[in-house]
């Protein structure tokens, strides 16, 4: 069986097709159409990714989050700091990227978020519909840390 990619190394592969492609379509088309276009193509991508992810026995919508946490923290890719792990709650801050500090490296850190932390909301719509997920801040986007708070939605919620 081969050996799967990890997330890290998937998105620097699909970084070194996309950013040059999307370079040319933001001459071509202006910065805000072209980046409208991906972030739109991204985030359906994401949530498919993520209805794929959510499948499975557990009920829990945070036992999903905390069961798929590692394969986008392998190969060293995030640091993470628990904050919070309750019945819940799942909270984490990201203390180091490595997704931003590659897209630092190819000099592009702007499309970094467009990339890579714009999946993240619709990523967990897809994981489960009782999934909120709130973050406010990014290493991508400047900040110290990116701070990822999952809750379970209640039950008067979810309609």
Same mark, same amino acid.
């Given at each position: 069986?081969?050996?799967?990619?990890?997330?890290?190394?998937?998105?620097?592969? +699909?970084?070194?097709?996309?950013?040059?492609?999307?370079?040319?379509?933001?001459?071509?088309?202006?910065?805000?159409?072209?980046?409208?276009?991906?972030?739109? !193509?991204?985030?359906?991508?994401?949530?498919?990714?993520?209805?794929? #992810?959510?499948?499975?026995?557990?009920?829990?919508?945070?036992?999903?989050?905390?069961?798929?946490?590692?394969?986008?923290?392998?190969?060293?890719?995030? +640091?993470?700091?628990?904050?919070?792990?309750?019945?819940?709650?799942?909270?984490?801050?990201?203390?180091? /990227?490595?997704?931003?500090? &590659?897209?630092?490296?190819?000099?592009?850190?702007?499309?970094? &978020? #467009?990339?890579?932390?714009?999946?993240?909301?619709?990523?967990? +719509?897809?994981?489960?519909?009782?999934?909120?997920?709130?973050? *406010?801040?990014?290493?991508?986007?400047?900040? *110290? /840390?990116?701070?990822?708070? &999952?809750?379970?939605? !209640?039950?008067?919620?979810?309609?």
């Amino acid at each position: 069986m081969p050996q799967q990619l990890s997330i890290l190394e998937q998105r620097k592969i +699909e970084a070194r097709v996309l950013v040059p492609i999307i370079q040319a379509f933001a001459r071509e088309f202006g910065e805000e159409r072209a980046h409208a276009i991906v972030r739109d !193509a991204i985030v359906d991508i994401a949530r498919q990714h993520g209805a794929e #992810l959510g499948k499975g026995p557990r009920s829990n919508p945070l036992d999903k989050v905390k069961e798929i946490v590692p394969v986008f923290t392998s190969d060293d890719a995030l +640091e993470l700091d628990v904050v919070d792990d309750s019945e819940q709650t799942y909270a984490f801050d990201v203390i180091r /990227c490595r997704f931003a500090e &590659f897209y630092k490296e190819m000099g592009v850190p702007e499309l970094g &978020f #467009l990339l890579s932390c714009n999946r993240d909301f619709a990523l967990s +719509e897809g994981i489960s519909p009782d999934l909120e997920l709130r973050r *406010t801040q990014t290493i991508m986007e400047g900040a *110290t /840390c990116c701070d990822f708070r &999952f809750r379970r939605k !209640a039950a008067k919620e979810r309609d």
